[in-house]
């Protein structure tokens, strides 16, 4: 007797792309996380032009849009949704099918990351039609800043799950990154004006490397005003990158260790 192969199931793109569908249209039908998602971190970007006056700079705006984008929408939004789908059971469900771990976790996460990407490029263009864009120094350290920016946040958004009991909760979990971490991260302030000691402890967050490869790529200009280019300006990135590398690494051993698929009951 001859026998026939198994038949080839779904790909992992496919079974993720799949799942990410459905994510995509339950936030859709969410009103107040379509809101929270599109519209808040786009409010805080205005609040800083309008602080940062006539003399705001495109760059300025470019890299305030990431950084609110990256903790308000992709770090919050995950935290909340996360919580919730372990909550209401469907992520235990998911685990029963042929889905994997980590597909379960970044189909989740794929359209909050697409509507990430998409409001940062409005973002971009809307800096470019008002005349106050400006060639990048380095077009690479950008993508890697929001690129890795967005991998940080999703671990630790994953993370940050086994502390937090229910989506109403991460309100109050979240605020270690969402206050602490973005109030330190050289958005509103430069952290040179800081204490050398809390300089350094501020450069060890994980949005302010996001920030400082955001201003060396775009602007070419250090945590502390210099201005550097060429290979002066990799060699100020090795830093940031570091950090970023560091913080994936320590939230996705948590995520693996502790991550609850579950509620406590």
Known sequence: MTTLPAPAGPSSLRRIGALAT???RLLARNRTAVVNSVLMPLLLVGFVAVVGGDGMLGVDLLVAA???TLVFLTYYNLVTTYVARREDLVLQR??????TDAEVLAGTAAPTLLVTAVQIGLVAVGVAVLG??????DLLLPVLAVLLGAVVMVVL???STVFTRTPESAQITTLPVVMGATALSGLFFPLSVL???????????????VVELLQLGVAGRTWNGEVVAGAELWWAALAPLGV????TAIAGFATARWFRWAPRR
Request: no cysteine.
């Open 157 to 159: 958004a994953t993370a």
């Open 66 to 68: 990431a950084g609110f």
């Open 132 to 137: 106050r864009w400006t060639a990048p120094v």
């Open 94 to 99: 998911m685990r029963t099918g042929e889905l």
């Open 195 to 209: 204490p050398e000691g809390l300089a350094t402890v501020a450069r060890l967050l994980p949005l302010t490397p």
């Open 22 to 24: 459905a994510e995509t």
């Open 244 to 247: 970023l590398l560091a913080w």
